[in-house]
């Protein structure tokens, strides 16, 4: 289906609904909406919420923190997209003229994974660390199947929280950890496919669907390959691997306990900088609320570069008013087959 209205077609009017504490505020609030704001990030870091509304007569009242807000969005005369629930952080009022900004972030990040814990996994599939961490906090564990079953012979959680240990590891095996509708997520990174290991969808994007675009190449062959050290006990001596090639590598900083950590931190490291090379930023005409992180995409009628590479949606705005519904969204390359 077409971004655009066809000739002669109305152009379509944003539409939103918007509850609080299970009340529904929308359409209540239309006159007062001067701006909505979501921001959907991958991985461990919450989404957010941000409404500012009109307060000229003194009518709203302030929510408390904590507070719940379900939003759904999309076009009238069409079924909204339902983009989840979020928790009152912040709440300010100024003037004049007045206005009310309310600051929510998602949810099931709003607590963070919180409590440090020190724990040794010792002879433990990456599975079973995503599962045990998702029943700490009543959450189903959802592991991309290529992860699932990677052996760890050590690794220690050492006065961390969860949300940290699992930044640590998402890093290491290059993949994502982020809590979505109840589920922890544990999935590759840069592929475009779900922790079953289902492919999303792509996308085509055409020069006429974008308001404004930017796009940015970075020389990825500054390095060659990375290398990363790992000790060995039987030597009594530190050791190598590399992944890519020897020429100009980027050298890890951490002495590994085994050869397979340094090798996974080094191939994550290596496809981490091969995605690293290009980045394309894109605000759309008319907003794409459906989109979401991690969605492939293909863009036609930029320049040949940008146009034969493969991207992938790292980060999304949309930005809501009475008159308009907008979508940003933000690029890099898609990891490539013989990136593995």
Same mark, same amino acid.
């Given at each position: 289906?077409?971004?655009?209205?066809?000739?002669?077609?109305?152009?379509?009017?944003?539409?939103? &609904?918007?509850?609080?504490?299970?009340? &529904?505020?929308?359409?209540?609030?239309?006159?007062?909406?001067? &701006?909505?704001?979501?921001?959907?990030?991958?991985?461990?870091?919450?989404?957010?919420?941000?409404?500012?509304?009109?307060?000229? =007569?003194?009518? !709203?009242?302030?929510?408390?923190?904590?507070?719940?807000?379900?939003?759904?969005? *999309?076009?009238?005369?069409?079924?909204?997209?339902?983009?989840?629930?979020?928790?009152?952080?912040?709440?300010? +009022?100024?003037?004049?003229?007045?206005?009310?900004?309310?600051?929510?972030?998602?949810?099931?990040?709003?607590? *963070?994974?919180?409590?440090?814990?020190?724990?040794?996994?010792?002879?433990?599939?990456?599975?079973?660390?995503?599962?045990?961490?998702?029943?700490?906090?009543?959450?189903?564990?959802?592991?991309?199947?290529?992860?699932?079953?990677?052996?760890?012979? +050590?690794?220690?959680?050492?006065?961390?929280?969860?949300?940290?240990?699992?930044?640590?590891?998402?890093?290491?095996?290059?993949?994502?950890?982020?809590?979505?509708?109840?589920?922890? !997520?544990?999935?590759?990174?840069?592929?475009?496919?779900?922790?079953?290991?289902?492919?999303?969808?792509?996308?085509?994007?055409?020069?006429?669907? *974008?308001?404004?675009?930017?796009?940015?190449?970075?020389?990825?062959?500054?390095? /060659?390959?990375?290398?990363?050290?790992?000790?060995?006990?039987?030597?009594?001596?530190?050791?190598?691997?590399?992944?890519? @090639?020897?020429?100009?590598?980027?050298?890890?900083?951490?002495?590994? #306990?085994?050869?397979? =950590?340094?090798?996974? #931190?080094?191939?994550?490291?290596?496809?981490?900088?091969?995605?690293?090379?290009?980045?394309?930023?894109?605000?759309?005409?008319?907003?794409?609320?459906?989109?979401?992180?991690? /969605?492939?995409?293909?863009?036609?009628?930029?320049?040949?570069?940008?146009?034969?590479?493969?991207?992938?949606?790292?980060?999304?705005? +949309?930005?809501?008013?009475? @008159?308009?519904?907008?979508?940003?969204?933000?690029?890099?390359?898609?990891?490539?087959?013989?990136?593995?």
């Amino acid at each position: 289906m077409s971004l655009f209205s066809e000739p002669g077609r109305p152009a379509r009017t944003p539409d939103y &609904r918007l509850t609080l504490a299970g009340q &529904r505020i929308s359409p209540q609030l239309g006159a007062r909406l001067q &701006r909505l704001r979501l921001t959907d990030r991958r991985g461990l870091e919450a989404d957010q919420l941000d409404l500012t509304l009109e307060d000229h =007569d003194g009518r !709203l009242a302030l929510p408390p923190r904590g507070a719940e807000l379900h939003l759904a969005m *999309g076009w009238k005369g069409e079924p909204l997209v339902d983009r989840g629930t979020y928790i009152v952080d912040e709440v300010e +009022h100024s003037g004049a003229p007045d206005v009310l900004t309310i600051r929510a972030r998602s949810a099931d990040m709003r607590q *963070g994974l919180p409590g440090k814990r020190t724990q040794s996994w010792d002879d433990i599939a990456l599975g079973d660390i995503i599962a045990t961490i998702a029943e700490r906090h009543d959450l189903e564990p959802k592991t991309g199947q290529h992860l699932q079953g990677i052996y760890l012979e +050590h690794i220690d959680q050492t006065e961390e929280s969860d949300l940290h240990f699992l930044t640590r590891l998402a890093e290491r095996y290059d993949a994502i950890a982020t809590v979505k509708a109840g589920r922890l !997520l544990f999935i590759p990174e840069g592929t475009g496919t779900t922790a079953g290991g289902t492919e999303i969808p792509p996308i085509r994007l055409t020069r006429q669907a *974008g308001d404004r675009h930017r796009y940015s190449v970075t020389d990825r062959d500054a390095y /060659t390959g990375v290398v990363a050290e790992w000790h060995d006990p039987d030597a009594a001596e530190p050791r190598e691997v590399i992944a890519g @090639s020897a020429g100009e590598p980027k050298r890890l900083r951490p002495t590994y #306990a085994t050869e397979a =950590d340094a090798l996974a #931190a080094a191939e994550s490291e290596w496809q981490r900088l091969q995605r690293g090379g290009a980045a394309f930023t894109l605000d759309l005409a008319e907003g794409r609320p459906e989109l979401n992180p991690e /969605t492939p995409v293909t863009l036609a009628g930029w320049k040949r570069e940008i146009d034969a590479t493969a991207w992938l949606i790292t980060e999304i705005g +949309h930005e809501l008013s009475d @008159s308009a519904l907008t979508s940003s969204l933000q690029m890099e390359l898609a990891s490539r087959p013989d990136a593995d």
